[in-house]
């Protein structure tokens, strides 16, 4: 305090920090004068440390649970919210987030919600889900690929409808195949190899025809057919 704004006529008005206010922080012991600290009334903090080697920007408030840190020896910024939430909000524009790797830990559940249409490209990805996955399209599921491979112990497909339609050449490695339906229609204008260790077909109406090369090879093959049944090839039929 000084009088009259006046630096040269200063008051002496005593000790600022004593045995019942305490200086706030580590205080100056060392002499260095490294810490600044600006501290509200309620206990919220802001403070800059000048120590080489250890310099520091920290907003904390005054449980100490929620803080932002700057650590310039590391280069780091950190965002806690020890026992809070964490929310960003950008009602009217993008939020980008660029960086060169990102990694994301949730020690429980994830959830993402997305109003219209999500897209995701990487060069490369895997996926690695330790007990069950389940997808479920209320339209259309695609999947578009030039190689696919699927690996698996057992498989259940069920559908109302089902097509499939190979330009190329398909071949099927299988232990043991049944096909059981209504009416089951396989139609294939190129070559094709089914080899099976048991071979099973089981139809009220069995149909075969065959425009090109077909060869089947099977440990045991047993096509059955409730009705007539028959088996054409235009070409050869091994």
């Known amino acids: ?58 907003l904390v408030d005054k449980s100490g649970r929620l803080k932002f840190e700057i650590d310039v020896p590391k280069n780091l910024i950190t965002v806690e919210a ?34 219209e249409q999500l897209t995701e490209a990487s060069k490369d990805r895997q996926e690695t889900i330790a007990s069950t996955c389940s997808g479920t399209a209320s339209a259309q599921f695609s999947v578009s690929t030039k190689n696919l491979s699927v690996s698996f112990g057992s498989a259940t497909l069920g559908a109302e409808f089902s097509e499939m339609t190979v330009s190329g050449t398909t071949t099927q490695t299988v232990g043991q195949s049944k096909q059981t339906g209504g009416g089951i229609v396989q139609a294939t204008t190129g070559s094709e190899t089914l080899t099976a260790g048991t071979a099973r077909f089981e139809t009220p109406v069995f149909d075969l025809a065959i425009k090109s090369t077909a060869t089947v090879m099977a440990g045991l093959t047993d096509i059955h057919s409730m009705v007539d049944g028959a088996i054409s090839a235009g070409g050869i039929l091994t």
């Open 1 to 58: 305090m000084f009088e009259r704004a006046d630096t040269n006529s200063p008051f002496v008005i005593g000790s600022l920090w004593n045995g019942e206010d305490a200086v706030p922080g580590p205080g100056n012991a060392d002499g260095q004068n490294h810490d600044k600290w600006f501290q509200t009334r309620s206990g919220h903090k802001f403070i800059f440390r000048d120590e080489p080697g250890a310099e520091s920007i920290t």
């Open 82 to 115: 020890m026992t809070g939430d964490l929310f960003f909000e950008a009602p009217e524009g993008p939020i980008d987030l660029e960086c060169k790797t990102m990694e994301i830990t949730a020690s429980n559940s994830t959830t993402t919600t997305v109003g």
